[in-house]
């Protein structure tokens, strides 16, 4: 048997419980308290509502011009707010004013003339009539209506026994309100020592009373609540024994419902477990089930990608087959002619030199075509991987459309690379179309620059201004800067521009096929543009040979294209 342990310290005494046993004294001793305070009250204070109340009488019976103070004032705000005014309403309105301030000053001025000879006449320091709600002539509020002491008020102590009165006189027209407001001290100082003493006096009667009984009151309360306290904590300890008792009893049984609880919550855990163990094998199946699926619709996506691009440089290999058969058809007759001028009589050494850079260039022409030609027909995914300095690339592509640049396309074609070699695994044919590709991308941008600034010049109202802008658009030259180096693991090569630039849609758009913002633009006749192949086929390139494109543009801001391959091992 568990041994009895002392018991705790005892429970707060309910509170509720008390009060009503406390209730009637203090009910008892709250009355007597509240009666002495009154009776301290109303004996201490009879004398100013009695002074107050004078002071009102006089201001509301004092006669001056045969009319009282609220008289005056109702027949005031009357005229003012008169519904037929008549031609003399302003003097009328005026005369009404000022007799209100002779009023006034007649209440005030025998109080303050006397003040030495009639102790028991108040000293006015100040009399007005405010109001509230009435307008004057000007639709203003009318202004207060005044009379100032020209005695100083009273300072320190004596400010004490400085009075204000406030009332409000009635008015027959709504919304409208006067207040008179008085500031007076009355002159009666035995009367006031009196009063004070009688305060002192009651005062002191009051502590007699108050102070013993509640100390009587509380001695009560404190017996009270510890006669309470003992007869609470003699029932609760036999309670407090009682129930330790019956704790006791209860603690074996509930020793067995322990131990039979845990016996079953063990058979629960082994249950939940078996079933854990089949979901988790279900959803490992399930999962499984997912990846195969997963698998397959990647597989297919992938067949499904790679049909499409098939197609698509099928479709762009039957058309440029198509254009360079109509190119190649165009050169044969302007090649035999350049055949006869050179086997022609009279032709001077001058002209045969000519006529023989002609027909070079026509050759270069044909075996540039049939180079591009090759590289468009063969799919990127089937690319011919070798190794390829990037340097040398980069170089040769500015040594291969420099001199075009400069003479056609009125632009300067400009590298800089340093001296080694920059080495990257891919195919040479692919690489080199994709960089011609951002040149000609560049080129293309510089002809719209050109147009820009031409167009802003014409639009120019002022000649000598237009005249001015036309001339530095026809000097604006454009630029096309390439550049390669070795940048730690990659290689990067950059493709410059000082052409248009790219809005940011454009920007997000551009490497997708078949977008281009020069489809039907005459500008670009005749140099191959317009079908948004370009740069779809550089996204692709690059793709294929592990790259990353970079583009940095803004409008009239030029563009710069910057491709990182991974250096070759």
Known sequence: MTPLTPAPDAPPLPFWRYVGRLAPLAVLWGVLVGLLGWLLYTRANWNEES????????????????????????EYVELLHAENPGLDHADRVKNKRA?????????????????????????????????????????QPVETIDWVSPKPRPGG?????????????????????????????????????????EYRFWQTIAAVVVVPTTLLAVFLVARFLRRERARELEKWRATAEAEHRQRELLAAQVERELIERSLLEA????????????????????????????KTRAAEAER???????????????????????????????????????????????????????????????????????????DPANSEVTRVDANALVRETQRTWSEMGRDKWKLTVTCDVP??????????????????????????????MRNYLRDEAKRELDPV????????AAAWKGEVHLSASRNGDSVLLEVTDNGIGMTEEVRRN????????????????????????????????????????????????????????????
């Open 157 to 197: 102590p004596a400010k004490a026994q400085l009075r204000t009165l406030e009332y409000d006189p009635p008015l027959n027209r709504p919304g409208t309100r006067a207040t008179v407001r008085c500031v007076y001290q009355l002159h009666s100082f035995n009367r006031m020592q009196k009063q004070q003493d």
């Open 510 to 569: 551009c490497l997708k096929t078949h977008f281009t913002t020069k489809r039907d633009n005459a500008l670009y006749e005749g140099y191959s543009a317009g079908m948004g192949l370009g740069l779809s086929f550089v996204a692709m390139v690059l793709e294929h040979h592990g790259a990353t494109l970079e583009i940095d543009s803004a409008p009239l801001r030029g563009t710069t294209f910057r491709v990182r391959f991974p250096v070759a091992e």
């Open 304 to 378: 499904t990608a790679l049909e499409m691009k098939s197609q698509l440089y099928a479709s762009i290999g039957i058309m440029a087959g198509s254009y360079a058969h109509n190119i190649k058809n165009l050169l044969v007759r302007p090649n035999d002619l350049i055949t006869r001028c050179m086997e022609a009589d009279g032709v001077s050494r001058e002209q045969h030199g000519m006529l023989e850079e002609v027909k070079d260039t026509l050759g270069t022409v044909t075996e540039r075509l049939q180079q591009i030609l090759r590289t468009v027909r063969r």
């Open 465 to 472: 201004l237009r005249k001015q802008k036309l001339l530095e």
């Open 419 to 448: 001296t080694g070699s920059a080495w990257v695994t891919g195919d040479l044919s692919h690489l080199q179309q994709a960089i011609e590709n951002l040149v000609f991308n560049a080129r293309d941008a510089t002809f719209e």
């Open 267 to 294: 058979r629960v855990k082994q249950q939940e477990a078996e079933r854990s163990s089949e979901e988790l094998g279900r959803k490992l199946l399930e999962q499984e089930l997912d990846a195969a699926k997963l």
């Open 51 to 74: 002074d107050r109340a004078d002071v009102r009488e006089w201001l509301d019976n004092t006669r001056v011009f045969r009319k009282t103070l609220s008289e005056l004032v109702q």
């Open 99 to 139: 007799e209100i301030e002779e009023h006034l000053r007649a209440m005030v001025e025998p109080t303050r003339m006397y003040t030495g000879q009639l102790p028991l006449f108040p000293n006015v320091y100040s009399l007005e009539v405010e109001f509230d709600g009435v307008d004057g002539l000007d639709d």
